[in-house]
C-alpha cells in the first residue's frame, strides 16, 4: 500500500519560502511520477510541479516557474517542492501524489500535471502566504 507524508507547510509572509517534503513508503518511487498539487476551497485541484524520479524532467504550471523548484532524493525515496518568492495566491492546500506516467500533459508547449493521472496521494499539507 503506497504511503505518501507531506511535511514543510505552514505560515509565511509575502516574498518569503517555504520547503515542502515529500516521503514515500509502500510504493516504487524509481522511475515513477511524483507530482505537487494544491488546492484552495470551492476550486478544482491545480498541478503545481512533477518530476519524473528516474530522468529528473521536470514540468511546471506557469505561475510558479522560476519561483518553485521539485526536486528529488532517491536514496531516502522523498520529492520536496522548495518555494521561493510566495505571493498571498499561493496560500492552499499542497498536496504531494504519485503515480507512472506520463507526469504532465502538455498543451502547445505549457506543460502541467493533471490530478486525474495520479493515483496515490498525501494528506496534504497547508501553505498560508500573509500579505
Known amino acids: 500500500q503506497a504511503r505518501l507524508d507531506e511535511s514543510g507547510g505552514g505560515s509565511v509572509q509575502v516574498g518569503g519560502s517555504l520547503r515542502l517534503s515529500c516521503a514515500t513508503t509502500?510504493?516504487?518511487?524509481?522511475?515513477?511520477?511524483m507530482g505537487w498539487f494544491r488546492q484552495i476551497p470551492g476550486k478544482e485541484r491545480e498541478g503545481v510541479a512533477a518530476i519524473y524520479t528516474g530522468s529528473g524532467t521536470t514540468w511546471y504550471l506557469n505561475s510558479v516557474k522560476g519561483r518553485f523548484i521539485i526536486s528529488k532524493d532517491n536514496a531516502k525515496n522523498t520529492v520536496y517542492l522548495q518555494m521561493d518568492n510566495l505571493k498571498p495566491e499561493d496560500t492552499a492546500m499542497y498536496y504531494c501524489?504519485?503515480?507512472?506516467?506520463?507526469?504532465?500533459?502538455?498543451?502547445?508547449?505549457?506543460?502541467?500535471?493533471?490530478?486525474?493521472?495520479?493515483?496515490?496521494w498525501g494528506q496534504g499539507a497547508q501553505v498560508t502566504v500573509d500579505s
Open positions: 509502500g510504493y516504487t518511487y524509481s522511475t515513477n511520477c
Open positions: 501524489a504519485a503515480d507512472t506516467v506520463p507526469c504532465a500533459h502538455c498543451d502547445g508547449g505549457y506543460c502541467y500535471p493533471r490530478s486525474h493521472e495520479y493515483r496515490h
